[in-house]
């Protein structure tokens, strides 16, 4: 079992920054990526960044390049992503996510609320 945790959602003004953390912990053994996801009201769940476990490697959305950065911190297998010049339509729960490289079983946070008012 691998458990993850995220924290640092909040209510921003259009315009402030957020970062979001992630931390890992359990059989982490087993984990190659980690990653973002978000799922606004009425919407589908959907990819925000993604980063190897290594740290060496990231991927991100093309519709949020130059905004949201992913970065991670091997000491404490913990991922941030930073999240600047914020929308409205940036209002989501924030799901950390990282699969089983054995069983590509997904492990899912609780999600965290991160909220940009207009």
């Known amino acids: 079992q691998v458990q993850l945790v995220e924290s640092g959602g909040g209510l921003v003004q259009a315009g402030g920054s957020l970062r979001l953390s992630c931390t890992a912990s359990?059989?982490?053994?087993?984990?190659?990526?980690m990653g973002w996801f978000r799922q606004a009201p009425g919407k589908e769940r959907e990819f925000v960044a993604a980063i190897s476990w290594t740290g060496r490697s990231t991927a991100q959305s093309d519709s949020l390049k130059g905004r949201f950065s992913i970065s991670k911190d091997n000491a404490d297998n913990t991922v941030y992503l930073q999240m600047n010049s914020l929308k409205a339509e940036n209002t989501a729960v924030y799901y950390c996510?990282?699969?089983?490289?054995?069983?590509?079983?997904?492990?899912w946070g609780q999600g965290t609320q991160a909220t940009v008012s207009s």
């Open positions: 996510n990282t699969p089983c490289i054995q069983t590509r079983y997904n492990y």
């Open positions: 359990g059989r982490t053994f087993s984990s190659y990526v």
